[in-house]
């Protein structure tokens, strides 16, 4: 079992950043996806952005190339999601994953674990 617990959402204007975390715990991660999808209203939950924890391995959504980077800490365990230059399109709650590598590509569905979510909402 993996426990994710993500933090680090709130209120920002737009052009704005914002850092997400998301703390693992449960057991080791070196054979694992770590990713962060998002849901905004009315709309499916989206891949956003992903990594290899063994490698650093990254991966991203065409939406926020260049924006968004996602980064992992060993010592802490923990996995973070910058995101700058915000647009109010990416108000969404967002949520922290993982999955074994075996279980196919980083990108796409189905994750094994999951955190609670945490909302970004980006104001015009």
């Known amino acids: 079992q993996v426990q994710l617990v993500e933090s680090g959402g709130g209120l920002v204007q737009a052009g704005g950043s914002l850092r997400l975390s998301c703390a693992a715990s449960?057991?080791?991660?070196?054979?694992?996806?770590m990713g962060w999808f998002r849901r905004a209203p009315g709309k499916e939950r989206e891949f956003v952005v992903g990594?290899?924890?063994?490698?650093?391995?990254?991966y991203s959504a065409d939406s926020v190339k260049g924006r968004f980077t996602i980064s992992r800490d060993n010592a802490k365990n923990t996995v973070y999601l910058q995101m700058n230059s915000l647009k109010p399109e990416d108000t969404a709650v967002y949520y922290c994953?993982?999955?074994?590598?075996?279980?196919?590509?980083?990108?796409?569905?189905?994750?094994?674990?999951w955190g609670q979510g945490t909302q970004v909402t980006v104001s015009s």
């Open positions: 449960g057991r080791t991660l070196m054979s694992y996806y």
């Open positions: 994953a993982a999955k074994s590598i075996i279980s196919g590509s980083p990108t796409r569905l189905p994750y094994d674990y």
């Open positions: 990594i290899r924890w063994g490698d650093g391995s990254q």
